[in-house]
């Protein structure tokens, strides 16, 4: 049995970065060849019979009880045996490591119903979400019947209030099933326990489709409760005929009260109200544009119009543009901040070239980096970035409190010794 002792815990810590990547990679290529032994230990107790023997009725018991084995995990594992052992194509890819033992169980049984060379070629090198998608599309889809129960209650004490969409930002607002009793005094106030919903559907790959733009749109902090139901409000907004009748009596309330405000000025002897115009040399650009001086000078500001947000959301596709040294891109969709490249701080520019698109942790790495690097190059030009790090002891940014816009047009103080925004 290996066990991590003390003093390799130690030594993995002295570690520069480069060498722990590489380390966790030789670790997992250890355990890709030990699952490898597992499972041809499974098909030979299984030839043998072995697990009767042992006093067990079947190989799951056996992985179960005698290898305390989850029962999804113990049957991952038999599946991925017994089509090793049928398919030796699919062995070799297990060996190459160009599948794993999870993506070789989910396509056991398609193997067994469909072309063995096709899947097998056509699952090479996948990860396991895109096999899940090649095995759906071999797939018939099953009926599912629409079908809205309740599921159960939420305490007060447990309930947590929804994130609801407030626009294009996600704001924590109460959630539309709390009902407050009593005074109106918030001391006096009163909750009762919300009443939850279990909803099921299938849908549409554009449905798919148009959801996860939804959620790339959204980009913070995001469930497909808030999301549908910002769209279902959308839609009542727009066509329930009861809301429609609600807003033409605000609108006519509106300018009644207007009229009658103009004619008690008249009464009193005084001009009625112009609109606001814009005077002097400030045009309407720049009152869209606060970041423009009112003597047609710019001014410095770290106001970012919408349509340049628009544009940076566009041109990188709602995605973190983060790339590391091997040309791998991050993913995250979410928590998606517009980032200067060349800092503000030190006279970079508002333009399309110098802002991109990163998520929240990209972005506070970016910023420890360019910390780090400043710190160097002021006390020792020539030190080595990886020497900067202490193993145990935590790394302050030398920046203070900096100010960062996510995609939604918010602008936030970011603390760089914490994930917590103050607007």
């Known amino acids: 049995m290996i066990v991590m002792t003390k003093?390799?815990?130690?030594?993995?810590?002295?570690?520069?970065?480069?060498?722990?990547?590489?380390?966790?990679d030789r670790a997992v290529r250890n355990e890709h060849s030990l699952l490898i032994s597992i499972l041809e230990c499974l098909n030979e107790i299984e030839k043998r019979s072995l697990y009767l023997k042992e006093g067990y009725s079947s190989l799951f018991a056996f992985c179960t009880c005698r290898w305390r084995y989850s029962p999804s995990k113990a049957g991952r594992s038999i599946a991925a045996a017994r089509c090793m052992k049928k398919f030796p194509a699919a062995r070799m890819l297990l060996v190459d490591r160009k599948i794993t033992v999870c993506g070789l169980a989910k396509i056991a049984r398609l193997l067994a119903e469909g072309n063995p060379e096709e899947i097998l070629r056509s699952v090479s090198g996948k990860t396991f979400v895109e096999i899940e998608k090649i095995v759906a599309s071999h797939q018939t889809a099953p009926t599912v019947r629409e079908s809205v129960r309740p599921i159960g209650l939420i305490e007060p004490a447990d309930n947590v209030?929804?994130?609801?969409?407030?626009?294009?930002?996600?704001?924590?607002?109460?959630?539309?099933?709390?009902?407050?009793?009593?005074?109106?005094?918030r001391q006096d106030l009163q909750e009762v326990p919300e009443q939850r919903y279990e909803i099921?559907?299938?849908?549409?790959?554009?449905?798919?489709?148009?959801?996860?733009?939804?959620?790339?749109?959204?980009?913070r902090s995001w469930s497909l409760e808030a999301?549908?139901?910002?769209?279902?409000?959308?839609?009542l907004e727009k066509r329930d005929?009861?809301?429609?009748?609600?807003?033409?009596?605000?609108?006519?309330?509106?300018?009644?009260?207007k009229s009658e405000g103009q004619a008690r000025r008249l009464a009193k002897g005084i001009s009625p109200v112009k609109p606001a115009t814009v005077s002097g040399s400030q045009t309407a650009e720049?009152?869209?544009?606060?970041?423009?001086?009112?003597?047609?000078?710019?001014?410095?500001?770290?106001?970012?119009?919408?349509?340049?947000?628009?544009?940076?959301?566009?041109?990188?596709?709602?995605?973190?543009t983060y790339t590391s040294s091997l040309g791998i891109r991050c993913d995250s969709a979410a928590h998606l901040q517009i980032d200067h490249i060349t800092p503000f701080c030190r006279g970079g520019e508002l333009s399309l070239?110098?802002?991109?698109?990163?998520?929240?942790?990209?972005?506070?790495?970016?910023?420890?980096?360019?910390?780090?690097?400043?710190?160097?190059?002021?006390?020792?030009?020539?030190?080595?970035?990886?020497?900067?790090?202490?193993?145990?002891?935590?790394?302050?940014?030398?920046?203070?409190?900096?100010?960062?816009?996510?995609?939604?047009?918010?602008?936030?103080?970011?603390?760089?010794?914490?994930s917590r925004y103050r607007g």
Not at 7 to 23: F, G, P, T, W, Y
Not at 200 to 219: G, P, Y
Not at 385 to 406: D, F, H, I, K
Request: net charge positive.
């Open 286 to 320: 720049e009152k869209e544009y606060p970041g423009k001086g009112t003597e047609g000078l710019p001014v410095r500001s770290r106001h970012i119009p919408a349509p340049l947000r628009d544009a940076v959301f566009n041109r990188d596709r709602g995605r973190c």
């Open 161 to 185: 209030p929804n994130r609801e969409v407030n626009g294009d930002l996600f704001q924590v607002e109460e959630s539309p099933y709390h009902t407050h009793v009593g005074s109106d005094s």
């Open 7 to 24: 003093k390799m815990k130690r030594s993995i810590e002295q570690l520069s970065n480069n060498a722990v990547i590489q380390e966790g």
């Open 200 to 219: 099921r559907f299938s849908a549409s790959e554009e449905f798919c489709r148009d959801l996860e733009r939804a959620k790339r749109v959204c980009s």
């Open 227 to 235: 999301i549908l139901g910002r769209a279902m409000k959308d839609l």
């Open 353 to 418: 070239k110098n802002l991109r698109l990163l998520c929240g942790k990209h972005n506070r790495l970016a910023a420890r980096e360019m910390s780090l690097t400043k710190r160097s190059e002021t006390e020792d030009p020539g030190a080595d970035q990886e020497s900067a790090y202490v193993p145990g002891q935590p790394q302050s940014l030398a920046r203070g409190p900096r100010r960062t816009w996510c995609v939604d047009g918010r602008d936030r103080w970011q603390c760089p010794r914490s």
């Open 241 to 257: 005929p009861e809301r429609k009748e609600a807003r033409r009596k605000k609108k006519e309330a509106r300018k009644q009260s």
